[in-house]
């Protein structure tokens, strides 16, 4: 492994799938991404009214930018979302277990009033180690 993650010992914390903290060493390679959102690789939205749809977008689009900077799902030490509606955190949670594993990384949660577009529901971005 190429972090460390630690618990507090709180029931919500194993509930909510993620780690409180995480230790990268010094001599990691950190890869961070940009926000991604549910583009399409022709750079249309995808899933107008659909949280779910959106989500997948983003989780697979964040993929393919690890990827590409060899790192992977394994490998992501912190994810931040930003979401318009506060109600969306349920299909996160719902749609994140099918990318993540544990050790699960550690998160930051922001509702915001609106993304790049409006059409757009939810933005993930990660910090992660190269593999």
Known sequence: MTFETFHTGTNWETDADFSQVARIPADADIVVTSGQIAYDEDGNVVGRNDIHAQVE???????????????????VVKLRYSITDPEYYETIKDVRTEYLTEPYPTGMLAVVDELAEPELMVEIEAIAVGT
């Open 57 to 75: 977008q983003c989780f697979e689009n964040l993929g393919r930018t690890l990827e590409s900077a060899g790192s992977s799902y394994d490998n």
